[in-house]
């Protein structure tokens, strides 16, 4: 039996209102009208005294019917691959949530189910300021767009906004969502009918592919004929080494066993230089297999590889959610850089998702600027972080808001000052 995981007064209550947070000394009611009580409550508001509920107390069976309902697809916020991030990945682990629940009184089985979650951590874990906000959980993908039934989106969304706010939080801030997408549609209209509005942080492009296009002549109009002629020459070179084959594993088995080629290939090159690829960290390496091997139990996970003869030259993972795909990683043997195996990789991938009739649209998940694929997928996703206040009128937003300007601002002067290194 599911464990019912609403508080003993909510269900008492059968309202469908669910607070899965502790009760903590930072609960405001009541808006700060002068500066010396926004201090006293950023002080009370520190991070170790805000208490969730552990993702892992979310019902997973919940929260992939959740998944399969959501108006809008994100492929790492499905179970089988949060649920590893939070067991094992570097920096990512100890995830709370904050979870919406229908009313239980209006179901015809008398059961309350999940209709909406977000996985959170707070402002001091995420960027080190300790003001009293939640942050959006890194899923080790850059894509983290609640989860939200689509009959009821605006009432999950209350629901989550109610629970931030009474663990004390201020404000919600929203990473890496798609800004003009369903989910931040209902975040809006909630905001709206409060007399609130969401504020947007920063916001870029990246690559996204129109799967429902004819493949052949959607790569013709990206890459041009004689870009396409010499990518053909490259494969046709390739193919000296052996037949150039792709395969694409599904199965929990042949996923098992094409994970480990996949590693080794990230392992390979320049990402084992910086001490960025998954198999240099034991628990990087082992939230990889869980998740990739969780999500094929369900159709919801691919991993696509290139071939010359025996040798595999490029892998990659890709992750599926409703009528969306999303291409996590690559990984290429640099001994074939020559013969562009990432680039190869990725036209007999552009020619596989198009293929699907079920699937409408394929997320790059790449920076916004990616060399690689951005030439060759051409529709673009606005992606962007956006600040959800909580409370009419409340002076702790914009000192959130400022903190993380500027918290911004250094970190992309340490980007560029480590470019510059990297260069010279």
């Not at 003001?131 to 689509?150: E, H, I, K, M």
């Not at 916004?368 to 702790?396: E, S, Y």
């Amino acid at each position: 039996m599911e464990r019912d995981l609403r508080p003993r007064d909510a269900r008492e209550r059968g309202n469908g209102v669910v607070v899965n947070i502790a009760d903590t000394a930072v609960a405001r009611r009541a808006s700060v009208n002068d500066a010396t009580r926004t201090r006293a409550q950023i002080t009370a508001a520190t991070p170790d005294r805000m208490a969730f509920a552990p993702l892992v107390e979310i019902s997973p069976i919940e929260w992939q019917a959740l998944a399969e309902r959501a108006v809008e697809p994100n492929g790492y916020y499905l179970p089988a691959w949060e649920l590893a991030v939070n067991a094992s990945a570097r920096g990512r682990t100890g995830v709370s949530a904050l979870t919406a629940w229908s009313d239980a009184s209006s179901a015809q089985d008398g059961a309350a189910r999940l209709i909406g979650l977000l996985p959170v951590i707070s402002m001091w874990r995420a960027y080190k300021i300790p003001l009293p906000a939640l942050v959006s959980a890194s899923p080790y993908g850059t894509l983290c767009t609640p989860l939200l039934d689509r009959n009821i989106a605006g009432a999950a969304v209350r629901q989550l906004m109610a629970q931030a706010r009474e663990s004390g939080a201020h404000a919600l801030i929203l990473r890496d969502v798609s800004l003009n997408g369903a989910a931040m549609k209902a975040f809006t209209d909630v905001l709206r009918q409060d007399g609130l509005h969401p504020r947007l942080l920063n916001s870029h492009f990246r690559a996204c592919l129109d799967a429902r296009r004819e493949a052949d002549e959607l790569l013709r109009d990206a890459l041009g004929g004689k870009k396409l002629k010499e990518l053909r020459r490259q494969r046709n070179r390739l193919a000296e080494h052996g037949a150039v084959r792709f395969d694409v594993a599904r199965t929990p088995e042949a996923i098992a066993a094409a994970i480990e080629t996949f590693l080794a290939l990230e392992a390979s090159g320049w990402k084992a230089r910086r001490g960025t690829a998954l198999r240099q960290d034991e628990g990087d390496a082992g939230f990889i297999r869980r998740a990739t091997k969780g999500l094929a139990e369900t159709g919801q996970c691919e991993i696509v590889t290139l071939h010359a003869g025996a040798t595999p030259v490029a892998a990659a993972i890709v992750l599926r959610h409703q009528d969306r795909a999303f291409y996590f990683k690559l990984g290429i043997d640099e001994r074939f850089s020559k013969f562009s195996p990432g680039v190869q990789l990725t036209l007999e991938l552009t020619r596989h998702l198009c293929a699907d009739a079920v699937l409408a649209t394929a997320d790059s998940t790449a920076s916004a600027d990616h060399p690689m694929i951005n030439p060759i997928w051409r529709g673009r996703l606005k992606i962007g972080d956006v600040l959800i206040p909580l409370r009419r009128h409340d002076p702790v937003v914009p000192l959130i808001r400022s903190a993380i300007t500027a918290h911004r601002r250094i970190r992309e002067l340490a980007r560029r000052a480590v470019h510059l290194i990297r260069g010279r």
